[in-house]
């Protein structure tokens, strides 16, 4: 079977639509066996949807995988699940909520994504822990149920934050975690708007009180890899206390799934004037084309002119799954909330964020 190619999107059939909460429901997707091995995906990757309204526009939506990854020898998955929170005015989040039914097929892209761990690099009796806010439960139930199935003798600690107990989403996944490895899965739920009977107090997840819970957990110097991921504030503070706590930049894992406008980071200055008149060159499944740069647009609206199978989502600098490595010329990114230190530093890029700095830049997809 070949390889899934960037960008290339499938109709996958509605197999169940459960509600979770009142604002959450989760959506199984069934794959054909002629897909399986495209579909085949990391524990934490996650999938883009996409739909056209009847006013002719295309709506994209990422994601996150929930159920666990196929085992590597073993055949890729025939039910693929994510979960879908309901946001205020958010046109496919209500879409989804209101109106898609068992048998429906929906455009998917294929698996996507860096916020992942894979059991078979795991060291011997590793343990991992992950500080999660609301949907950002979805990839992080992939990944500890994926590792604690494979690997009989890692750990997981888990850190969830939520506004109350009826808006917690895949309760009954956690809980049913907890009870088959009771000895190997840690549970640590905090609820911002309401109190407990037993655990912590009410009240936010910030830097703080973070610094103070994680060494009362578990012995924060030992864990292999920490997973981040939910609201911009929650996974910042959190990156905040274990920077404080000493644990080093590499073993922190960050997905962030939702950014408040007054929390982009300001434009980094260009090192010179943009150019007048610039070309990109992009290499996306083994081909490449050249097409100019209109002024203001990004690097990825410019590609996307000469080939629409160029992988996008979100094109707000959250999602990652336009990235791609800058072989020449020089860009400016002006969000990034997706690419880890490591990958911008090594020349990775968010397309959808990157506008020419030189006039001739050249960027490949398939790194």
């Not at 069934?30 to 524990?43: D, I, K, M, N, S």
């Not at 994510?82 to 046109?91: I, W």
């Amino acid at each position: 079977m070949a390889a899934a190619r960037h960008g290339a999107f499938h109709p996958l059939t509605v197999a169940a639509v459960d509600r979770l909460t009142d604002d959450s429901v989760a959506l199984t997707l069934a794959v054909p066996p002629e897909l399986r091995e495209q579909y085949r995906h990391g524990a934490g990757q996650h999938l883009t949807l996409r739909r056209s309204t009847d006013g002719g526009t295309e709506v994209r939506r990422t994601y996150s995988i929930c159920s666990p990854a196929p085992r590597p020898d073993g055949p890729g998955p025939d039910r693929l699940q994510v979960g879908v929170r309901l946001v205020e005015g958010g046109e496919f989040s209500t879409w989804a909520h209101k109106e898609i039914a068992v048998g429906d097929l929906l455009d998917v892209m294929v698996p996507a994504g860096r916020f992942v761990l894979d059991p078979a690099t795991a060291a011997p009796a590793a343990h991992y822990a992950a500080i999660v806010g609301g949907s950002g439960i979805t990839p992080v139930l992939s990944i500890a149920a994926t590792l604690l199935g494979m690997r009989p003798d890692a750990r997981f600690c888990l850190v969830r934050s939520d506004r109350t107990a009826a808006s917690t989403m895949f309760l009954e996944e956690v809980a049913d975690l907890k009870d088959r490895y009771p000895d190997r899965f840690q549970l640590v739920t905090v609820l911002s708007r309401e109190e407990q009977e037993a655990g912590l107090p009410s009240g936010r997840l910030d830097q703080e009180r973070l610094t103070a819970l994680l060494p009362a957990l578990l012995p924060v110097a030992e864990v292999a890899g920490w997973f981040l991921c939910g609201p911009y504030g929650l996974v910042q503070g959190a990156e905040r206390a274990l920077r404080g706590l000493g644990v080093e930049r590499g073993r922190i894992h960050e997905e962030i799934f939702h950014v408040e406008d007054t929390a982009a980071p300001a434009p980094a200055p260009a090192a010179r004037p943009a150019p007048t008149h610039s070309r990109v060159t992009a290499r996306l499944d083994g081909r490449s084309g050249t097409w100019p740069v209109q002024d203001g647009e990004s690097l990825l609206d410019a590609v996307l002119r000469g080939r629409a199978d160029a992988p996008y989502a979100c094109k707000g600098g959250v999602c990652g799954t336009c990235r791609a490595f800058v072989v020449g010329g020089e860009v400016r990114m002006e969000r990034n909330f997706a690419l880890e230190a490591e990958e911008t530093e090594a020349g990775f890029v968010l397309a959808c964020q990157s506008h020419p700095v030189t006039e001739e830049v050249e960027l490949d997809f398939d790194r």
